[in-house]
Every structure is written in C-alpha cells, then in structure tokens.
C-alpha cells in the first residue's frame, strides 16, 4: 500500500492514509480494551523507537531496546491497573525498571557521555511512553473501560489538525511560530479551534461519559496543547535537521509525526479529568 500511495501528490496520500488510519483506530478501540491495549501499545512503541533513531542521527546513543521496553511496561501497567488487574502499589514497579538503564550504562566502558545518552533515553520515555500511559487513565475515567472517552478526543483531535491543515493553506497570512514551524499561521489554528468546537458539539450528542461544557474544554486543551505538542517535535526535528520522524505513514510522515499532539494534550486531559470532572 506504502508504494501505492507514493504515486499520489501528498494531499490525497495525506487524505487516504488519514482515513485508513482512522478507521483502524475507530475500529480497535470501540471492538473492546484489548484491541483499544493492543494498537495504543503498537503506536507507542514504534514512535519510541522512531524517537531514539532519530536521537540516534544527532550522534547520541541511547538505549534504543531497553527504552523502548521500559516505556512498554510502563504503558502496560498502566493498563493493568486501571483495569484492575493489578493494584495500584505495581505503579512503583516503574523506579526499578528504570533504575535498569543506570545499570547497563555503568557497564558500557567505551561511552565518552554515559549521562548525555541517559538523559536521552529517558526523554524517551517520559516525553512518548508517559503521555501514553496517562491516555489509560482517562480511557478508564469512568470506572470501567469506555470507548467514548477516547474516541471523542481522537475525533476532535483530527478535527484540530484537518481544520488547521486546510484553514492554513486557504487563509494563512500571520505567522503562528515562525522560528520553530515555518508553516503554522494564527488563521490555521481559529480554523483548528473552530472545526474541533463544532466536532465537541457533535460528540456531546452521542457520546454521554462528558457533558457539552466538558467537551468543549477537552476541545480547548486539544487545541492548545496539541498544538504546542506539534511545535514540540517540529522543535526536535529541526535540532537535528530533518524533515519528517518516518516515513510509515504517507502524506503524514511519522507516528511521531501523526500522534505529536497527543502526547502534550493527554498530561493536560488527565489533569482536567481528574481535578475538575
């Protein structure tokens, strides 16, 4: 399919696999919480390792295979204990997996910059496998697993990023963030906000785990933080002078590329879930 998709110009390869993608998600995560364990595992695996290959690029060596299990375990747990498979106390479980990557560095004996590399491998894991970790909690906020949750964030997720996308390219004059993101402009993101405002609407009148207000603020935080979420990795690829993080996705780059916002958004969703919900 990868192929295939090549011979298209990047808009209808940027549309296919966006619909592609979303009905492999939308599928896995209303089938059950396995399937919903199954693909977020997936998702946040492959964009661990493609963060440390990109690392990788810039000189540094981080523990590629150790930090992307550890960041797998910690997802998994997660997941374990929101379903109450495990009790709260496995949350601590997390230090001494992570003391580990301190244990196999000391035996590295021809690293000129043991801690730089360490550094890296944790960044890793708390700027990928973390905000992954907490979207479990909010997928079981109710109590018990419920496909609403995460599927109203996704949908309003794309809604930002296609209502961004389009509004950009159509009206886009003023520079959002020049420095870091050349083609994100102030007009891009009032159509962003827009479009995942109408699609909050949309979601409140099937999806009953939230009430319209709620929606809308999840809405407000997807458009905010996503959108710095996006700056970020743009951010990271310009340190290291590339253009996209992969090229497994057609039109979108990355899994990195596709799930950036997500990760600075769930942190910020846990949050208003938890305290204010």
Same mark, same amino acid.
């Given at each position: 399919?990868?192929?295939?998709?090549?011979?298209?110009?990047?808009?209808?390869?940027?549309?296919?696999?966006?619909?592609?993608?979303?009905?492999?998600?939308?599928?896995?995560?209303?089938?059950?919480?396995?399937?919903?364990?199954?693909?977020?595992?997936?998702?946040?695996?492959?964009?661990?390792?493609?963060?440390?290959?990109?690392?990788?690029?810039?000189?540094?060596?981080?523990?590629?295979?150790?930090?992307?299990?550890?960041?797998?375990?910690?997802?998994?747990?997660?997941?374990?204990?929101?379903?109450?498979?495990?009790?709260?106390?496995?949350?601590?479980?997390?230090?001494?997996?992570?003391?580990?990557?301190?244990?196999?560095?000391?035996?590295?004996?021809?690293?000129?910059?043991?801690?730089?590399?360490?550094?890296?491998?944790?960044?890793?894991?708390?700027?990928?496998?973390?905000?992954?970790?907490?979207?479990?909690?909010?997928?079981?906020?109710?109590?018990? @697993?419920?496909?609403? /949750?995460? %599927? !109203?964030?996704? +949908?309003?997720?794309?809604?930002?990023?296609?209502? &961004?996308?389009?509004? *950009?390219?159509?009206?886009?004059?003023?520079?959002?963030?020049?420095?870091?993101?050349?083609?994100?402009?102030?007009?891009?993101?009032?159509?962003?906000?827009?479009?995942?405002?109408?699609?909050?609407?949309?979601?409140?009148? @099937?999806?009953?785990? /939230?009430? %319209? !207000?709620?929606? +809308?603020?999840?809405?407000?935080?997807?458009?905010? &933080?996503?959108?710095? *979420?996006?700056?970020?990795?743009?951010?990271?690829?310009?340190?290291?002078?590339?253009?996209?993080?992969?090229?497994?996705?057609?039109?979108?780059?990355?899994?990195?590329?596709?799930?950036?916002?997500?990760?600075?958004?769930?942190?910020?969703?846990?949050?208003? %879930?938890?305290?204010?919900?």
């Amino acid at each position: 399919m990868k192929s295939t998709l090549t011979n298209y110009n990047n808009l209808t390869q940027r549309l296919v696999t966006g619909i592609l993608g979303a009905a492999v998600l939308i599928a896995g995560v209303y089938i059950s919480e396995w399937a919903y364990f199954a693909l977020f595992f997936g998702i946040c695996m492959i964009s661990q390792l493609e963060f440390y290959r990109l690392v990788g690029l810039d000189g540094m060596l981080p523990l590629k295979s150790y930090g992307t299990f550890a960041g797998s375990a910690i997802f998994t747990i997660s997941f374990l204990i929101e379903m109450e498979m495990l009790r709260g106390e496995f949350y601590y479980l997390i230090f001494p997996i992570a003391c580990g990557i301190f244990f196999i560095k000391l035996y590295k004996k021809t690293e000129k910059k043991p801690f730089t590399n360490i550094a890296f491998t944790f960044i890793g894991i708390i700027y990928i496998a973390l905000p992954f970790a907490l979207l479990n909690v909010s997928t079981f906020f109710m109590g018990t @697993y419920s496909h609403e /949750l995460i %599927l !109203g964030l996704l +949908l309003i997720l794309w809604a930002n990023d296609t209502g &961004a996308y389009f509004a *950009g390219r159509r009206f886009g004059r003023r520079k959002l963030f020049e420095r870091v993101s050349p083609k994100k402009s102030w007009e891009g993101s009032v159509g962003g906000l827009i479009l995942a405002g109408a699609m909050a609407y949309g979601v409140s009148m @099937y999806f009953l785990d /939230l009430k %319209l !207000g709620q929606w +809308l603020v999840v809405a407000i935080i997807v458009v905010i &933080a996503g959108t710095y *979420g996006d700056l970020v990795e743009s951010l990271f690829k310009r340190s290291i002078e590339i253009k996209d993080s992969g090229s497994k996705l057609p039109g979108h780059g990355g899994f990195l590329d596709r799930f950036d916002s997500l990760l600075l958004a769930s942190p910020f969703l846990v949050f208003y %879930l938890k305290v204010f919900c």
